[in-house]
């Protein structure tokens, strides 16, 4: 989550020379480049049974297409402060799925941890939200995309184990690139602009660490880790993203950051901290 986060900063400046389905769909074709020989010498080649395959097809919908798409066309309509507090949403939205489809128990503890993080990262976008009304559509497309990533964990919990963990990562890019095929192929001509060195660096780096590193920590954690748990941490997410904008778009920290980082904390403490065992 803190790489994804960290990736919102390079994602805004690729964006900016690149189509973003030309984005995503190269960084899924340079991860399954990665994963391909990685996972066929440590995984063999194993044949995932159909329920498995309609599991990875479905975290490359919601996970990849749906959160994405629902993100970026929300925040063209709302302002960043609405839609960044529609977005620190996502724990409380995982940590529900996780109770009503999982049937996973969320303690009381459990439950005020979402609610820190929750209002934490509702400090952090505070801090750096701007003057302006949203749009309700605008929002709730945001809120489309927060209910299609935590689709994505939900999935991704429900099948933990079923593959192992290179050849999962490697199904869920390929699936991706397969589903983005007919939005990024018409803008392939852009791919041009990758002659600039920092371009390509920048894209390199995005994909290996979005769509390779990330998935693969995901993935072992969500093993060994329960799904409500998981999305405490995606509070980690959107306070990334404040953080990278703070250190690298030159914006000033407030008392407000300070606020959201120490609720933040408090989440992390509470939803981690050993359970006193009862005699």
């Given at each position: 989550?803190?790489l ?9 400046t690729?964006?900016?020379a ?5 984005i995503l769909?190269?960084r899924?074709?340079?991860a399954c ?6 996972a066929?010498w440590?995984?063999?080649?194993p044949?995932?049974?159909?329920g498995?395959?309609l599991n990875l ?5 919601t996970?990849t297409i ?6 970026l066309?929300g925040l063209?309509?709302?302002?960043a402060?609405?839609?960044?507090l529609v977005?620190?949403?996502l724990?409380?939205v995982i ?7 999982l ?14 993080a ?11 939200g ?5 749009s309700?559509?605008?929002?709730g497309?945001?809120f489309?995309?927060v209910?299609?990533?935590a689709?994505?964990?939900?999935l991704a ?7 192992p963990?290179?050849s999962a990562?490697l ?5 991706s ?9 018409p ?9 600039d060195p920092l ?7 995005h994909?290996?660490t979005a ?14 880790a329960p799904?409500?748990?998981a999305?405490?941490f ?12 703070i250190?690298?778009l030159?914006?000033e ?12 904390l408090?989440?992390?403490l509470l939803?981690t901290?050993?359970?006193?065992s009862r005699?």
């Open positions: 989550m803190v994804t986060g960290a990736n919102v900063v390079v994602a805004k690729l964006a900016g690149l189509p973003v389905p030309l769909g190269l899924c074709l340079i480049a990665v994963l391909l020989p990685l066929l440590r995984d063999g080649a044949w995932p049974g159909r498995v395959l097809l479905l975290q490359a919908a996970g749906l959160y994405n798409a629902a993100l066309a063209r309509l709302t302002t402060l609405e839609g960044g977005l620190a949403t724990p409380a940590a529900l799925g996780s109770a009503l489809w049937r996973e128990r969320v303690s009381p503890r459990g439950w005020a941890a979402v609610a820190l929750a209002g934490g990262m509702g400090a952090l976008v505070l801090a750096r701007g003057a302006g009304g949203g309700a559509l605008g929002n497309l945001v489309l995309g209910c299609g990533e689709a994505y964990v939900l919990k429900r099948a933990s184990g079923a593959l963990l290179l990562s199904g869920m890019q390929a699936f690139a397969a589903l983005l095929l007919p939005a990024w192929l803008e392939a001509g852009a791919a041009a602009r990758l002659a371009l390509l660096s920048l894209l390199l780096f994909a290996l769509s390779v590193l990330s998935l693969l920590l995901w993935y072992g954690g969500l093993r060994r799904a409500g748990m999305g405490v995606t509070a980690f997410l959107p306070a990334t993203a404040a953080a990278a904008a250190l690298f030159g914006e920290p407030t008392p407000t950051h300070a606020l959201g980082f120490a609720l933040l408090a989440s992390m939803a901290w050993p359970e006193r005699r």
